[in-house]
Nanobody
Framework: QVQLVESGGGLVQPGGSLRLSCVAS????????MGWYRQAPGKQRELVAS???????NIVDSVKGRFTISRDNAKNTMFLQMNSLKPEDTAVYYC?????????WGQGTQVTVSS
């Protein structure tokens, strides 16, 4: 079973930036499409960005132009660059694969946008 470890969250003021990282164990990462999900308090987990094994990306409208997803298959790592953060971006952010049943979820990384 693949293990996922997210990091890079924190407290940031509106308009600020953060870069999240996701490291996956094992050897299957480079072959699967991956995504960043988030779950805000009282809300369902939602997919905000995805990336195919070769780097094609899809970003939801609510974060388009502000978030950028990327990956480094050689390091089993995926990133989410978040700019111009808004209070409504506050959530726990998780990574996992997309299109297939998810692997076991990691602990996630908390992002809090507040002044």
């Amino acid at each position: 079973q693949v293990q996922l470890v997210e990091s890079g969250g924190g407290l940031v003021q509106p308009g600020g930036s953060l870069r999240l990282s996701c490291v996956a164990s094992g050897s299957t990462f480079r072959f699967v499409a991956m995504g960043w999900y988030r779950q805000a308090p009282g809300k369902q987990r939602e997919l905000v960005a995805s990336i195919t094994p070769v780097g094609n990306t899809n970003i939801v409208d609510s974060v388009k132009g502000r978030f950028t997803i990327s990956r480094d298959n050689a390091k089993n790592t995926m990133f989410l660059q978040m700019n111009s953060l808004k209070p409504e971006d506050t959530a726990v952010y998780y990574c996992n694969r997309v299109y297939l049943a998810p692997w076991d979820w990691g602990q996630g990384t908390q992002v809090t946008v507040s002044s």
